[in-house]
Each structure stands twice: as C-alpha cells, then as structure tokens.
C-alpha cells in the first residue's frame, strides 16, 4: 500500500517502482496513525525524519508560550513537513505540528540520503525531487505572507479567496479550514473575521457555509 501510494508521489518521481521498497527500507520508513487532536511534533523538539502524509490532514503551527496560535499550514495527503530539520538534525523545531483530523504519517529519515557515498544509486534523484519539492513549499509561505500583509481584515480575506478560487478554477470551492482555523490563518481574531464575512456576505460579495464558499463577481 505504501509503495503504490509513495510511487506516485513527487519524491519518487523518476524512480521505478520495484526500487521503492529497497529505499524505504534503507531510510528507516515507518507509518503512524495520529487521532485529531495529536501532537506529532513540539517546537523545540529535534526530529530525524520528514513526515508524508498518508490520510487525513495536519496543521504546522507557530504556538507562542502566552497560548496564541498561528498556522502556517495545512498539510493534506501527498505533502510531506518537517523535511527541512530533518536535512538539519542538530536544528530545533520552531513549530508544532498537529494532526488536523485522524491521520496516517509515512516517516522517512531522508538525512541518510545525504551521506557522501550513497548507498542506492537513486538517492540522487529522490534528493532532487526533494529540492523540487521544498522549493514549491517556500512558494506556499510566500503566498502566506501576502495574504497576511493587508492591514485590514477584509483585504486579508479577499487575498486568500481569490486565491483559493484561481487555484481551484471555478468561483465555488471549499477551502481546507474551519473558522477558527482560518482566523488563525490570516492572522486576525475570529470573531472579527466571522463579522466581516458576515458584512461581505450582506454586501454580496460572497456566500459561504461553514468551509464552501462561492464568490460573486462584481
């Protein structure tokens, strides 16, 4: 089941797939569940591997110790986390990572990849698909802070919707956030982000459900 689920994935592209289990093997790979809720990773916590995730969904969070939560992203299946520290294994966590929904992880120490004298012909190449794959993620953050760089509420929440509706090409869509979840997103307190879907929704510029929204064109 892994090995069909990791053959189609970005970090083995180029890869043939009777060579995944050797390398799986070889990185030490291990699954495990995770009930919503669960705390996969702490800040400051010094990890060896990088997570794929198999189902279900996980939140990267930036947690200040006063309780006040951001996230930075959601990680649903097929995207991996955590594989920047584990190319750096003496760097401490800046974030926490929790399971967003009940979820299954695919850890792989992908540090031994990296060692001088390989010991799989492919690791070059799973090494490559992982530059490919962080650099897209650096992307993801930017994309972030320019939804988070309005100084207004509504700008903030406009930014990340006609993104989500160009990303997903259609003016209806569902978006991977609850509420809160999005509040914390956007950086914004959810009471006042409720109160100006509230307004735009009044104004016609939208309409949403709980995660689906649908936005009108003016």
């Known amino acids: 089941m892994v090995t069909q689920f990791m053959a189609n994935h970005p ?7 009777q060579a ?3 390398i799986l093997e070889q990185l030490n790979c291990r699954t ?3 009930k919503k809720g669960a705390i996969l990773c702490h800040i400051g916590d010094y990890v060896q591997s990088m997570g794929v995730v198999l189902s279900g969904s ?4 930036n947690n200040d110790i006063w309780g006040n939560k951001n996230i930075l992203a ?3 299946p097929g995207q991996v986390f955590a594989e920047t520290y584990a190319c750096i294994p003496n760097e401490a966590l800046m974030v926490t990572v929790t399971a967003a929904e009940d979820s299954q992880v695919l850890w792989i120490a992908i540090g031994k990849a990296l060692l001088p004298s390989p010991t799989n012909p492919y690791f070059p190449v799973l090494i ?3 530059l490919s794959i962080m650099a897209s993620k650096n992307l993801h953050l930017t994309r972030k802070i320019n939804h988070t760089s309005s100084k207004t509420i509504r700008g903030r929440i406009l930014s990340y919707l006609s993104f989500q509706a160009t990303k997903q090409g259609k003016q209806s869509f569902k978006i991977p956030f609850n509420r809160q979840q999005l509040a914390d997103y956007l950086e914004v307190d959810r009471s006042a982000l409720s109160n100006e879907l509230s307004k735009m929704q009044k104004e016609g510029l939208l309409t949403y459900h709980l995660n689906q929204f649908h936005l009108n064109k003016i």
């Open 11 to 17: 970090l083995f592209c180029n890869i043939p797939q």
């Open 20 to 22: 995944i289990p050797s």
């Open 32 to 34: 495990e569940n995770f």
């Open 128 to 130: 490559k698909n992982l």
């Open 74 to 76: 959601n990680i649903t």
């Open 58 to 61: 996980i939140n990267i969070e």
